[in-house]
């Protein structure tokens, strides 16, 4: 039997407008309603629905076996009852099935644990109201923004009372050692008074044949069907102790009719694949004739449950910071030059004088811009990674990303001298 994880990142940022050097002092409205309006609106209709639509009927015909999770932003969740009201009734009646599960983030999509553990705290408490007011949900798992990730952050996550916490399963991590069983951090407790937080880390060559692969007509296993992903899942039975228990598919919900257009079948694939999954069995158990035999139907679990029901095998040291962006799993696709540095470092230089200026508005605005988003539209790595950082970014380049948000960060030294 192997435990299946599907969980989901919703996301979608506050985009800026092109605010130029003009602006300042004069107009403090900094993000474009109108793109955000327009983006949303379009890939709710591609994805957010449909894909909800048939998350709840996978639910509803396997009459619970099938189980899924999301992290949805604070962001997205801002968009969603502004603009498409109907997204958060229809995550609303999955969250009343009892087998969707929703994960604690930073509300903004943020940074902030890089440079302020109080604002990075605070934000986790606004993202956990907004999960219990919407869904009723009190999350007892977390997962920091784009899966960033260290033995420090594994520490005071544990110190807030979380049971678990997700990472990326880079290989220069694991060691050689496989991404499907539970882990725990090095530096985690081993105080019996204190619960142990247990890690789960993306299997990222699975969760990319369906997220990046799938439609890829050079790959070599083009096309990716059901059967053969469930498969690829159940040869972990043939040797669990080496090859695991559990199979972690952490990605982008917009995977579904946004990254993977619906042309593709991915809609299609999806909607046979818990069947296939759900009926192979073990094939490491012999009869007393020497016989294969089959016997226990692999299952779908919510990072909840797999943390109940498997103990952690080993402890993983994140001495650095890991996480599932680009090839390189690290910061650079946020922090990797000098222009995301300077404006990183610049915001987060104003957290004390905005704060203290008590002003609802200026300080909600301060923490949209701390939205991660706003930094990988400043990369300047290409090549093989070029096409990502393009996706959704509403600048002609990076450098017009960083002065628009260069001359934010001016205007809001503006209005704090003019509110304090």
Request: charged content about 25%; aromatic content about 14%; overall charge neutral.
């Amino acid at each position: 039997m192997v435990s299946v994880c599907f969980y989901f990142q919703v996301h979608q940022p506050h985009r800026l407008k092109n605010y130029t050097v003009f602006d300042i002092s004069k107009n403090h409205n900094y993000f474009d309603e109108k793109i955000n309006d327009e983006i949303i609106e379009k890939v709710a209709s591609k994805c957010y629905l449909p894909a909800n639509r048939l998350m709840l009927e996978l639910i509803n015909n396997h009459k619970g076996r099938f189980k899924i999770s999301y992290s949805i932003t604070g962001t997205a969740l801002e968009q969603f009852e502004a603009h498409t009201p109907d997204v958060i009734e229809s995550f609303k009646e999955l969250a009343d099935t009892g087998c969707v599960e929703f994960l604690n983030e930073t509300y903004y999509h943020s940074l902030s644990f890089l440079k302020s553990k109080k604002e990075f705290l605070h934000q986790i408490n606004l993202h956990k109201r907004k999960m219990k007011s919407l869904f009723n949900a009190r999350p007892k798992i977390f997962r920091n923004t784009e899966l960033v990730f260290n033995n420090e952050l594994a520490t005071f996550i544990e110190n807030q009372g979380y049971n678990g916490i997700l990472a990326e399963g880079a290989e220069h991590i694991l060691g050689g050692r496989s991404p499907n069983f539970v882990y725990r951090a090095k530096t985690t407790s081993t105080k019996p008074e204190v619960a142990k937080i247990k890690l789960l880390v993306k299997n990222y060559r699975l969760s990319d044949d369906i997220a990046f692969r799938f439609s890829n007509r050079g790959w070599n296993e083009w096309p990716l069907t059901p059967t053969k992903f469930a498969d690829w899942i159940n040869r972990i039975n043939i040797n669990k102790e080496n090859n695991g228990e559990i199979v972690n598919l952490f990605m982008d919900y917009e995977t579904f009719g946004e990254h993977q257009w619906e042309e593709t079948g991915i809609f299609n694939f999806m909607k046979k694949l818990p069947e296939e999954i759900l009926k192979k069995k073990d094939h490491n158990k012999f009869s007393n004739h020497n016989k294969l035999e089959l016997n226990n139907s692999n299952e779908f679990l919510t990072p909840s449950d797999i943390i109940k029901k498997h103990d952690a095998k080993d402890e993983l040291d994140f001495h650095n910071f890991v996480s599932w962006a680009d090839v390189e799993r690290d910061l650079s696709a946020w922090l990797g030059n000098d222009m995301q540095k300077s404006a990183f470092d610049m915001l987060f230089e104003l957290e004390k004088s905005i704060l203290r200026t008590n002003n609802p508005q200026l300080i909600k605005d301060w923490r949209k811009l701390q939205t991660s988003d706003h930094f990988y539209y400043m990369c300047t790595k290409w090549f093989n990674d070029g096409d990502v950082h393009k996706y959704f970014n509403p600048y002609e380049s990076p450098y017009d990303c960083y002065i628009a948000f260069m001359n934010i960060i001016n205007d809001l030294r503006y209005r704090v001298k003019e509110t304090l």
